[in-house]
């Protein structure tokens, strides 16, 4: 039985030794349902590690240095073997760090000669969204496996053209969505498959904190939207998780902006109700003006509820109607980019492809257009 399976099987506060020592024995393996049996036989017969695969970060901003460029070096599966970045200062910066040859750092001009690399397996682009269609048509065409950072784009359009052109290269396409590798959503999608609480029907949820300083985000062009478009679609992913659903329809609306010469292009504050086929409903708020990180699931014979950092990089205090779970918090990036370099080491599907950003982005489209009209939208 993996370590998924064990973990799912009750609410028993697991041994932390036990679940820590399972985990050590691969990572990617074990979080994301990619069974001992499995791992074990993928080993060489040598006992020596695997081989990994090389995945290089497009773009090096805050999010690839603070918490991928980290997780990089807890993988057992891949390696950080290249860079591509617009600031020449950045690459050297990470050459030196990670010990990569100057013959592995890109700028944005002579990316597409990656082509001729095969130390990099791997393109993890992780740019403002507007800037991702572009890139990963541009990695897909180049013959490299590719990782787009959430949200997917920012148009459904875009979207489809990524799909589109990652299956005409031949190439493996995935979401950067992390918490489908967190122990706790991982047993969030469990009692929905297995029913432990009954069919869930109602959720709230919250994913906010203040924006201090301009960044893209709040630009139109760059992002797309504002906290609907960076941090509503991790609830939009939660309820989909907790439900194992599409939305049906949305309604939505704007709050008025408490600092509106800040979010002059994008929302600040938006409310949203998620209307589900089998009659679940989800009522969430996201903001760039607010501080909360919380989601809340009930069924008619139980409740789960992720009371702090619901959506965070550490998952913190969740509550259900049977007591507390408490399972170690392993790095959610990490366990992210070994399972999708285990999707191309033995031919498999990723769990968080592009049709799943592309449903999401169909869902983020519908709340924007329920804001602006007032009414109720299909999805």
Not at 54 to 63: D, P, S
Not at 164 to 188: M, Q, T, W
Not at 250 to 262: G, L, S, Y
């Amino acid at each position: 039985m993996n370590l998924q399976a064990k973990m799912n099987t009750s609410f028993v506060k697991p041994s932390r030794r036990k679940f820590l020592r399972d985990f050590s024995l691969g990572t990617a393996a074990i979080a994301s349902g990619f069974g001992f049996a499995e791992y074990a036989r993928s080993q060489p017969a040598s006992g020596n590690p695997p081989k990994k695969l090389g995945i290089a970060l497009l773009g090096l901003g805050r999010y690839a240095t603070g918490e991928l460029g980290p997780a990089l070096k807890q993988t057992q599966r891949c390696q950080l073997t290249g860079v591509i970045s617009g600031h020449p200062e950045k690459a050297a910066h990470w050459a030196k760090e990670f010990n990569l040859p100057a013959k592995n750092l890109y700028n944005y001009d002579n990316f597409d000669s990656i082509a001729n690399n095969p130390d990099i397996d791997i393109v993890y682009v992780v740019t403002p969204p507007a800037l991702h269609p572009e890139f990963v048509i541009r990695a897909a065409k180049a013959g490299k496996h590719v990782i787009s950072e959430k949200p997917m784009a920012t148009s459904v359009a875009d979207c489809q053209a990524m799909i589109d052109a990652c299956k005409k290269a031949g190439v493996k396409f995935s979401i950067g969505y992390r918490l489908h590798f967190d122990p706790y959503a991982i047993e969030l999608m469990r009692l929905q498959r297995d029913g432990d609480f009954g069919v869930f029907t109602k959720m709230n949820a919250a994913f906010s904190f203040v924006m201090g300083r301009h960044e893209w985000r709040i630009e139109k062009k760059l992002g797309g939207g504002g906290p609907m478009m960076d941090l509503g679609i991790y609830i939009v992913q939660g309820a989909c998780m907790a439900t194992g659903q599409t939305p049906v329809a949305v309604t939505a609306h704007e709050e008025p902006k408490q600092r509106p010469d800040f979010f002059n292009e994008v929302e600040e504050t938006i409310d949203f109700h998620l209307e589900f086929p089998d009659g679940a409903v989800c009522d969430a708020v996201t903001s760039f003006n607010q501080s909360n990180s919380n989601f809340r699931v009930e069924g008619p014979k139980g409740w789960i509820d992720f009371q702090s950092s619901a959506f965070g990089y550490q998952v913190g205090d969740v509550m259900t109607s049977r007591g507390p779970l408490d399972y170690p918090r392993p790095n959610q990036q990490a366990l992210q980019m070994d399972d999708f370099a285990d999707c191309i080491i033995n031919n498999r599907q990723t769990r968080v492809p592009g049709e799943m950003g592309l449903r999401d982005m169909k869902i983020v489209t519908a709340v924007y257009e329920a804001a602006a009209t007032g009414k109720r939208v299909m999805v």
